[in-house]
């Protein structure tokens, strides 16, 4: 069975940091395109990142760019967000999605991510 | 403001039909596959529809997709108060940023 599941939201400062972590199993991560998607609350979904099979090419939407960091480590079956310069509108739930290739199959169950003083 | 345009809502009493568009453009829609995702309240999204039109395993076949230009449908027939969820369309954008889009989200009631 896939699972993905997030961990590491917190309540952080504004121009704090974080990283989120997303532990997946039930399939070879390694051969899998990922995906951090975001949800602010009472908001729709927007994308946030995504990284290739094996970590060489990444992709952020310009409210993260510089900011952001998406990674992986296939030898722990991990997917994570390094989150710098965390803003008040960066508060949201952050789901971690597999990439099927057209389109996001299978999705955690979000971590929230609260930035305020 | 989302790139590909929603209803925000919509709504049909039980047993009725209803339909959700997805408005994008060429750089999106027009050229790419097109899906859907159910969010139930407090759930995470779950995958309805891919390749415009495909199921995956699980999902009935009340729900149906289509694409034509830079437009795409969401089809629920047979509507069920289990139906009540908020929907959303998403795609690739094939522009500079090569980024994924979603839609801005349509609540479905079932009255």
């Known amino acids: 069975e896939v699972q993905l599941v997030e961990s590491g939201g917190a309540l952080v400062q504004p121009g704090g940091s974080l990283r989120l972590s997303c532990a997946a199993s039930g399939f070879t991560f390694s051969s899998y395109w990922m995906h951090w998607v975001r949800q602010a609350p009472g908001k729709g979904l927007v994308w946030v990142s995504r990284?290739?099979?094996?970590?060489?090419?990444?992709r952020y939407a310009d409210s993260v760019k510089g900011r952001f960091t998406i990674s992986r480590d296939n030898a722990k079956n991990t997917l994570y967000l390094q989150m710098n310069s965390l803003r008040a509108d960066d508060t949201a739930v952050y789901y971690c999605a597999r990439d099927m290739g057209i389109a996001m199959d299978y999705w955690g169950q979000g971590t929230l991510v609260t930035v305020s003083s | 403001q989302s790139v590909l345009t929603q209803p925000p809502s919509v709504s049909a009493a039980p047993g009725q039909k209803v339909t959700i568009s997805c408005s994008g453009s060429?750089?999106?829609?027009?050229?790419?596959?097109v899906s859907w995702y159910q969010q139930l309240p407090g759930t995470a999204p779950k995958l309805l529809i891919y390749?415009?039109?495909k199921r995956p395993s699980g999902i009935p076949d009340r729900f149906s997709g289509s694409k034509s230009g830079t437009s795409a449908t969401l089809g629920i027939t047979g509507l069920q108060t289990g139906d009540e969820a908020e929907y959303y369309c998403g795609t690739w954008d094939s522009s500079l940023s090569a980024n994924w889009v979603f839609g801005g989200g349509t609540k479905l009631t079932v009255l």
């Open positions: 990284i290739n099979s094996d970590g060489t090419s990444t």
């Open positions: 060429s750089s999106n829609i027009g050229n790419n596959y």
């Open positions: 390749d415009n039109n």
